[in-house]
Every structure is written in structure tokens, then in C-alpha cells.
């Protein structure tokens, strides 16, 4: 089974940027689209956006114009440009594939983003 690991989080200000990165162990083509999620505080897990092999992108209205989602299919990467952060932005971030994808994979250990107001 292909493995992520999540890593590119860290403490930001407000206002501030972080690249996420997703590395997986195999092949990402099977897994489209591929998305990034997040986990805030005490919330269910959502999915903040996805990318399918061709390129077309879909974010959740929050991070619209702020996120940028990129995957890499030769290298097995998939990113995510996080822009003028905000304090809600604040979670752990996960890396799967996304509904419509006829294969998952199991969830990594997540990248923990904390924006500071």
C-alpha cells in the first residue's frame, strides 16, 4: 500500500505563508484526485482542496484565492502554497485522495499549522 507523510507545517503569523508538501512511497496516479485536509480543533476533518491528474482544482470557499493545490506525478508529491494565512486556518493538514477517487490510502501522521493572530 502506498504511504504518505505529511511535512511544511509549522508557526505562522497571521498574514504569513507555508508550503505543505505530501510525500508518498508510490504511485499517486491512482489516487485522482488527491486532495489536502484539514483537522481543526475539536472539528471533523474537511477537505480544503483537491487536484485530479489533469489539473483542474476545487477549494472550499475559506481558502479560495489564498491555497494553492499542485501534485507532481513523476516525483509522487503533492503540495499545497498556503497563502495570507489566518488564525482559522489553524489545524493539522493530511494528504489522501479525495472523493471520486476509486483508491485511498491509509491517513499519515499530519503536518500541524498554527497561525498566531
Known amino acids: 500500500q502506498v504511504q504518505v507523510v505529511e511535512s511544511g507545517g509549522g508557526l505562522v503569523q497571521a498574514g504569513g505563508s507555508l508550503r505543505l508538501s505530501c510525500a508518498a512511497s508510490?504511485?499517486?496516479?491512482?489516487?485522482?484526485?488527491m486532495g489536502w485536509y484539514r483537522q481543526a480543533p475539536g472539528k471533523q476533518r474537511e477537505l480544503v482542496a483537491r487536484?485530479?491528474?489533469?489539473?483542474?482544482?476545487n477549494y472550499v470557499e475559506s481558502v479560495k484565492g489564498r491555497f494553492t493545490i499542485s501534485r507532481d506525478n513523476i516525483k509522487n508529491m503533492l503540495y499545497l502554497q498556503m497563502n495570507s494565512l489566518k488564525p482559522e486556518d489553524t489545524g493539522v493538514y493530511y494528504c489522501?485522495?479525495?472523493?471520486?477517487?476509486?483508491?485511498?490510502?491509509?491517513w499519515g501522521q499530519g503536518t500541524q499549522v498554527t497561525v498566531s493572530s
Open positions: 508510490g504511485s499517486i496516479l491512482s489516487f485522482n484526485p
Open positions: 487536484v485530479t491528474n489533469g489539473g483542474t482544482t
Open positions: 489522501n485522495a479525495a472523493p471520486g477517487s476509486l483508491r485511498y490510502t491509509s
